[in-house]
């Protein structure tokens, strides 16, 4: 089971951190992955990170904003958001993949979070 949390409203240029924190499998062997969902549009990757943290993957419209990261003594993936736009405005999503790794595939992910909604206003 994986709860995502943080979400809120924040004005653009502000700054919010997401947590995922996993329960029931194990975390540490598995990468994670971050995506988004805005209304009337299609879900779209964001970010992911390898199992042991040293692997980063960004969606270019994320880089040098967004950090994905991750703590696994306490089965938790982060993903600190900084300089936020309206258009990062969605429902965000951690996920967990079914590998080692993570990218940008939704079908690699084998389990998804709620959701946690992120609202940015301009």
């Known amino acids: 089971q994986l709860q995502a949390s943080g979400g809120g409203l924040v004005q653009s240029g502000g700054s919010l951190r997401l947590s995922c924190k996993a329960s029931?499998?194990?975390?540490?062997?598995?990468?994670m992955g971050w995506f988004r969902q805005a209304p009337g549009k299609e879900r779209e990757f964001v970010a992911a990170?390898?199992?042991?943290?040293?692997?980063?993957y960004y969606v270019d419209s994320v880089k040098g904003r967004f950090t994905i990261s991750r703590d696994n003594a306490k089965n938790t993936v982060y993903l600190q958001m900084s300089n936020l736009k309206p258009e990062d405005t969605a429902v965000y999503y951690c996920?967990?993949?079914?590998?080692?790794?993570?990218?940008?595939?939704?079908?690699?992910?084998?389990?998804w979070g709620q959701g946690t909604q992120v609202t940015v206003s301009s």
């Open positions: 996920a967990a993949s079914r590998y080692a790794v993570a990218g940008s595939q939704a079908g690699h992910y084998a389990r």
């Open positions: 990170i390898g199992w042991n943290g040293d692997n980063t």
């Open positions: 029931g499998r194990t975390f540490s062997n598995n990468g």
